[in-house]
């Protein structure tokens, strides 16, 4: 595993007294492409600043190399940053675009060593032989290569993005995700990322930081904060997640609607109420009355995806979503069965009670205690 390069210590931010980092720690390794993830208005962006150096934190410390930074001015960082709009000279062609901070650097540099350097980066983000072409003909695609390379071009030890493909249209915007992702490994420059897209966000990074209220809520691979959210803020800004009330029986036996089941986790107390998250696609139907199945809900929504069907089945007034390839009717009952590795338990937090319920996903939002269900367990009612 690569070195630390950047390390943020205990930073806090505020404006007029209202605070919108809250005392963050976070390390970036040398090499990584870390990204700052979660919804407007968390913290992001001025995370990303602080780091770049155009905001200093009220209080905490800036490391770069194990040498304190808060003071040091943004261009003596050895930091670049490419933003959302990435305002290209527009009068002048695309080498002169690349070629632009080149011909500031002190010592000078050659013209053979300058045409070297722009010709090397615009074929590392796929420009070869539009050196000529004015960045006003280019696409929005092209533009933003152009300015990535400009920003590369410089050999930053560190290049922040700040929200780069957001003016892109969806199908650009995954195919420059991909394109980001090989020149990051390619360069071998660290790159801390923005966004508020989770797709984006797992399909790029070593690291993802998931920010909420100007605290981080979980710092981990793209696998650990889809598969083991540390809240349900997590658990529902990455992915679908079914999220109910459950109460740890035991380590490895929770209980939920009244029934006790197997999962994988443990270190709670003892009859410890815990949040617990299912995701759509780890669900099983099973046939009703089989012993497998270990809940019975009605289907109260169906919607075709292409790959699978969207339905939300009501579990004793409690929706959920369940992503499937088998056709079952709106109306119909069905029988899920969950293995262990597909619940996963999570620690009440604030944000407790507040995600992982679909009932807004369908048109029988009213109707949520259906009177066909009966009061006692739904696994019972055939
Ligand atoms: P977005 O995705 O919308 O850009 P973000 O997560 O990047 O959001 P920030 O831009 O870091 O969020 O802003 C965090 C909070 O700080 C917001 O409430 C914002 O209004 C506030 N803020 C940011 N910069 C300033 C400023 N210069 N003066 C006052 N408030 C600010």
């Known amino acids: 595993m690569e070195k630390e390069l950047i390390r943020l210590e ?134 933003q290569r152009v300015a990535i390379a400009r920003a590369l071009v410089l050999k930053p030890r560190v290049l922040l993005l700040d929200e780069p493909l957001g003016a892109l249209d969806l199908r650009l915007r995954k195919d ?92 709670f107390g003892k009859d410890e109420p815990a949040d617990v998250v299912i995701r759509p696609e780890d669900i099983d139907i099973v046939p009703l009355g089989s012993d497998a199945a270990m809940l019975t809900g009605q289907v109260t929504n169906v919607t075709f995806k292409g790959v699978h069907y969207d339905i939300i089945v009501d579990f004793k007034g409690f929706k959920w979503l369940i992503q499937t390839t088998d056709l079952s009717p709106v109306g119909g009952k069905i029988g899920i069965k969950l293995d262990p590795d597909s619940i996963h338990i999570m620690k009440k937090s604030r944000y407790s009670g507040m995600f992982g319920d679909y009932s807004s996903y369908s048109a029988e939002y009213d109707d949520i205690s259906d009177a066909s269900l009966g009061e006692d367990d739904v696994e019972d009612d055939e």
């Open 176 to 267: 420059m995700q991909n394109e980001l992702k090989r020149i990051q490994q390619q360069t071998e420059i660290t790159f801390v990322y923005v966004t508020h897209d989770q797709e984006e966000a797992l399909a790029m990074s070593d690291t993802v930081v998931v920010m909420d209220g100007g605290i981080i809520q979980q710092i981990g691979s793209p696998e650990d904060v889809y598969n083991e959210p540390k809240n349900a803020f997590v658990a529902d800004f990455i992915g679908e997640s079914n999220i109910v009330d459950g109460i740890m029986r035991s380590d490895g036996e929770v209980e939920i609607f009244g029934r006790r089941m197997k999962c994988l986790d443990g270190g």
């Open 10 to 143: 205990n930073c806090t931010m505020a404006f007029d007294d209202e605070v919108v980092l809250d005392n963050i720690s976070l390390s970036i390794r040398d090499k990584e492409f870390l990204t700052l993830l979660g919804p407007s208005g968390c913290g992001k962006t001025t995370t990303l600043r602080i780091i770049g150096g155009f905001t200093k934190p009220v209080s905490g410390g800036v490391f770069f190399d194990g040498v304190r930074i808060n003071d040091m001015p943004p261009h003596k960082r050895n930091v670049n940053t490419v933003f959302q709009k990435y305002a290209l000279f527009t009068h002048l062609n695309v080498f002169e675009n690349v070629a632009f901070g080149l011909r500031l650097q002190k010592p000078k540099l050659s013209k053979a060593e300058i045409a070297r350097l722009v010709d090397e980066m615009l074929e590392v983000v796929s420009l070869r032989g539009f050196n000529n072409r004015d960045a006003s003909s280019l696409s929005g695609g092209q533009q």
